[in-house]
């Protein structure tokens, strides 16, 4: 690994992060990541946060246009209710701060007590949960469905109504009504390694995929034999319409989970294209690349969102973070 020591992985990353991108105010002792222009008079603030190692979730998509600030834990660990009420506290401008929180048993605990703790100091908090994995109901890390790339499109249109000045409460109820319309779903060709650890997190045979997996290194749904690009493309795209059919068009998210090179995430977002268009679904944005990753897994997952135009439109708004940038 491209380390010092596993104790100072995050320590030295974020000493990284502020130093490629000083439009960032990144505390490294305290861990939290905030846009430098922060809190913005009369706008909403997001704050998220999470375990390390999913990159550029969730620092690298603070910035105008998404999260006004980040929390970033140890690697797969949840972040403490103090970094997570100190970020509410730097970014609130007033008009309340609105917490981005992953299904994960940790993510929610911690940012329940955050929300309680931060309302105490006088912060407004309104909480979304992201719930949008299809493979499994309960995990090793969840009660109830799993939280993965949905958490990239609530960010981004929730972060564009907040940056219009829209209030906490609209904003909330959009966040919501994003991950209600939103499916994934994911696939290993191999497990992860994390820097404690040294190892893989799982035993993947050569030869041999896990259907379902998390971001978190844990197992899926199912084993089986290596499949072709369109195989999977199919089981995913069919695992998701499986669940929820859409009426509009989708935004169409190809991730990568950290280790699988453009040249096959290019070449599987033209299958699940393929399959897409035979089972009726139009497509109306599309994002490829790796944004929700699982450290050094090589793998994909697929999301979709139902859109309308006023969604699209929010979609489409300027975005200027480190991890997803256009219009400005």
């Not at 246009?65 to 949840?78: I, K």
């Not at 929730?158 to 409460?169: K, R, V």
Request: hydrophobic share 45%; charged share 20%.
């Amino acid at each position: 690994m491209l380390i010092n020591v596993a104790e100072t992985v995050v320590a030295d990353a974020l000493r990284g992060m502020a130093a490629a991108h000083p439009e960032l105010t990144v505390d490294v002792e305290n861990r939290v990541v905030v846009r430098r222009d922060a809190p913005v008079a009369g706008k909403v603030a997001l704050v998220s946060g999470g375990g390390s190692g999913h990159e550029p979730l969730h620092g690298g998509f603070v910035g105008p246009g998404m999260l006004s600030a980040a929390c970033p834990g140890e690697v797969f660990t949840s972040p403490v209710p103090d970094q997570m009420v100190r970020a509410a506290a730097a970014v609130d401008s007033g008009a309340g701060v609105l917490f981005v929180v992953k299904n994960y048993t940790g993510d929610v605990l911690n940012f329940d007590m955050a929300a309680e703790l931060a309302e105490d100091e006088g912060i407004q908090v309104a909480k979304v949960l992201i719930d949008d994995d299809v493979a499994v109901t309960d995990s090793l890390y969840t009660a109830g469905r799993r939280g993965t790339g949905a958490t990239l499109f609530v960010e981004k249109i929730a972060g564009a109504a907040a940056e219009e000045g829209q209030p906490l409460e609209r904003v909330a109820a959009l966040a919501s009504r994003i991950n209600e319309n939103s499916r994934s779903f994911g696939v290993a060709l191999s497990a992860c390694t994390t820097p404690a650890k040294g190892s893989p997190t799982f035993d993947l045979p050569a030869g041999e995929l896990e259907l379902g997996i998390g971001i978190h290194g844990e197992p899926g749904r199912e084993r089986r034999a290596m499949m072709t690009s369109g195989e999977i493309a199919e089981a995913a795209v069919d695992a998701i319409l499986a669940d929820f059919q859409p009426r509009n068009p989708v935004l169409l998210l190809v991730n990568g989970m950290g280790a699988t090179p453009l040249l096959e995430l290019y070449g599987f977002h033209g299958e699940v294209q393929r399959v897409l268009a035979a089972r009726g679904v139009a497509v109306a944005r599309v994002l490829v690349g790796n944004y929700v990753t699982s450290l050094d897994m090589a793998g994909a997952s697929v999301t979709l969102c139902q859109v309308d135009e006023e969604v699209l439109r929010l979609w489409d708004a300027p975005v200027r973070t480190p991890g997803l940038r256009w219009g400005m």
